[in-house]
C-alpha cells in the first residue's frame, strides 16, 4: 500500500513554522521610514538568515515569515527577536531622531501533526533596561474534551 499523508513518509524533516507580528515604536509615523525598508531587512536578514516581510503601518513595523524551506524554530526566535529590536533601534536612530521600542506581539504555528502555536508578549522594561518576552505554547493535541 502506497503512504497518503505526508507524515507517513520516512524521512526527518523539520516543519516549517509561520511567524506574524508587529514590534511597536514611537515616532515611526512622525519620520518617514518607508523608503528605507529594504535596508531594514538587510539589517534583519543579516541578524536571522530569515528573509521577513515587511509593512510599516502608524507606529507598527509588521513581520512576517512564509517559510519556503528554512526552519525558524522558537528557540531560535527567542535567542534573535531582542538582538532584532536592538538593530532596529541602531538603525532608525541614525539621523539625530531616537527610536525606542515599546513592545511587540507575535504568533508562531507549527505546521505539522499536531504542531503548537506559539504566543509572544514582548514588552521594554524601562527600569530594568531589558526586553521582557512571555511566552505561551498552545498545544491543541494535548486539550481534552469534556465529558
Known amino acids: 500500500m502506497s503512504k497518503k499523508y505526508y507524515f507517513d513518509l520516512p524521512y526527518t524533516k523539520k516543519y516549517e513554522t509561520i511567524w506574524y ?13 518607508s523608503d528605507n525598508i529594504s535596508l531594514l531587512n538587510e539589517v534583519i536578514t543579516e541578524i536571522t538568515d530569515i528573509s521577513f516581510y515587511i509593512n510599516i503601518e502608524d507606529n507598527k513595523i509588521y513581520l512576517s515569515v512564509d ?44 505546521y505539522k501533526p499536531d504542531g503548537n502555536q506559539y504566543k509572544y508578549k514582548l514588552t521594554n522594561n524601562l527600569t530594568e533596561h531589558k526586553i521582557d518576552i512571555k511566552k505561551r505554547v498552545l498545544n491543541w493535541s494535548i486539550i481534552k474534551p469534556k465529558n
Open 21 to 33: 507580528g508587529y514590534l511597536e515604536f514611537d515616532k515611526i509615523k512622525d519620520y518617514d521610514i
Open 67 to 110: 517559510n519556503d524551506g528554512n526552519y525558524y524554530s522558537s528557540n531560535r526566535f527567542e535567542n534573535d527577536i531582542r538582538n532584532i529590536i536592538t538593530h532596529i533601534e541602531q538603525y532608525l536612530s541614525k539621523n539625530e531622531v531616537v527610536f525606542n521600542f515599546i513592545n511587540g506581539e507575535f504568533t508562531a504555528i507549527e
